[in-house]
Every structure is written in structure tokens, then in C-alpha cells.
């Protein structure tokens, strides 16, 4: 079974650039999450979809970023424009959550944005 | 809010020693307990979970206990390897959602 593809892996821009991140989720998982790593810290929920509706974006920056699900699969997360504190490692995750509690997320490997 | 704390690193071993990693937890509710691991250049794996007190989860020699009068979900081995070199997250999932919450990670160094 493949597991949560993201790209690209590395990514480095000046301030107030923008940039997009990619996820393709695990085949037939329902919810996929976007979480934010900054260095030395636990990940931290932006945003969550169910199929392609939003369940919580509660901790996402909406002024600059951005997030869709078209077609309930693929996701993109947008930041424009970027700051130096945008600076970290996105993290997509998706899991089967359909009607069991806390069903198991499956992670990528993450985008490390450096924003300069 | 819901919370988690775990202990600072880096937690520095020698092989076959005996480790703790402290994690303890705030939450108005009963949440599930998880523990996830980052290898070195790898996503998070999910390394053992416990849904209600009292729950026990292990996995590849690793063991934590939901303990709910302490509120603590300690992560335990017995004999560490240095393959085990890795960063350790302790989570929390409410059964509201299934939105995660992560403690800030504990970095483990096991020298041979």
C-alpha cells in the first residue's frame, strides 16, 4: 500500500513570496490534515477536511494560507505571502476516520519550507 | 485547552539500558493516548496508542499505560537499541474530533 505522497520535499523562498505544497493521501482514506512543525516543537493542526468539506481550520492563517481538496483527494496548501516565521515542516496526514474514533493517521514525510 | 507536556531532551543512553519518557496530559474530556515516532529523514510513525484508563499499548518492545488518576501516558522499554535513536511525540485525540494534539517531542540518542 502507498503511503502519503507529499511534494516537494524541499522548499526555499524569500519573504513574502509565495509557494504551494502537495498531497496525495493513502487511497480511500476520508480525512486528510495539514500540520505545521516548526524546529523543536510538535506538530500543530492548520487544517482538516473531511472528503473535500473543512471539519477545522480554527489554527489556520487565513490572511496567507490557504487550503483545498478538490474532488475529496488531493490537497494543496498555499501561503502568500510568506513570512520568517512560516519557516518549518508541512506535514500531511490522512486516515480512514469515517465512524471510528481516532482512527490511525498516516503521515508523509513532509515539505521543510525555508523562508528567507 | 487540551494539553500535552513531555519531558525535554535529548535523553542520551547507552544500548540495553532502561528507558522513561515522562508525558503527561490535560484534557476536559477522556481522550486517546498515542505515541508516534520520527526516525531520522522519515514522516511520523505510529508507535502505540491506549483509548480508555487503565489500557496498556505496546509495540516493538515499547509500553505505555493510560493512567487517568495521574493523568500520564510515560513511554517505557526495557533495553533500548541504538536503532531506536529517534524523536518521540506523545498525543491526544478527543473522541469529538479526530484532530490531534502533539507534546513538543522528546529526542532519544542510544550509544552503542
Known amino acids: 500500500e502507498a503511503g502519503v505522497a507529499q511534494s516537494p520535499r524541499y522548499k526555499i523562498i524569500e519573504k513574502r513570496q509565495s509557494v504551494a505544497f502537495w498531497c496525495n493521501p493513502i487511497?480511500?482514506?476520508?480525512?486528510l490534515y495539514w500540520y505545521q512543525q516548526i524546529l523543536g516543537q510538535g506538530p500543530k493542526l492548520l487544517i482538516q477536511?473531511?472528503?473535500?468539506?473543512?471539519?477545522?481550520d480554527s489554527q489556520l492563517p487565513k490572511d496567507r494560507f490557504s487550503a483545498e481538496r478538490l474532488k475529496g483527494v488531493d490537497s494543496t496548501l498555499k501561503i502568500q505571502p510568506a513570512k520568517l516565521e512560516d519557516s518549518a515542516v508541512y506535514l500531511c496526514?490522512?486516515?480512514?476516520?469515517?465512524?471510528?474514533?481516532?482512527?490511525?493517521?498516516?503521515f508523509g514525510p513532509g515539505t521543510r519550507l525555508t523562508v528567507t | 485547552g487540551d494539553s500535552v507536556t513531555q519531558m525535554e531532551g535529548p535523553v542520551t543512553l547507552s544500548e540495553e539500558a532502561f528507558l522513561t519518557i515522562n508525558c503527561t496530559y490535560t484534557?476536559?474530556?477522556?481522550?486517546?493516548l498515542f505515541w508516534y515516532v520520527q526516525y531520522p529523514g522519515e514522516g511520523l510513525q505510529l508507535l502505540l496508542k491506549?483509548?480508555?484508563?487503565?489500557d496498556k499499548g505496546s509495540n516493538k518492545g515499547f509500553e505505555a499505560t493510560y493512567r487517568k488518576e495521574t493523568t500520564s501516558f510515560h513511554l517505557e522499554k526495557g533495553s533500548v537499541q541504538v536503532s531506536d535513536s529517534a524523536v518521540y511525540f506523545c498525543?491526544?485525540?478527543?473522541?469529538?474530533?479526530?484532530?490531534?494534539?502533539f507534546g513538543s517531542g522528546t529526542r532519544l540518542l542510544v550509544r552503542p
Open positions: 496526514a490522512s486516515s480512514l476516520a469515517d465512524r471510528r474514533r481516532n482512527a490511525e493517521q498516516y
Open positions: 487511497s480511500g482514506h476520508a480525512t
Open positions: 477536511f473531511q472528503n473535500n468539506g473543512v471539519v477545522d
Open positions: 484534557a476536559t474530556g477522556y481522550p486517546s
Open positions: 491506549a483509548t480508555k484508563a487503565d
Open positions: 498525543a491526544l485525540g478527543m473522541d469529538s474530533s479526530y484532530k490531534l494534539i
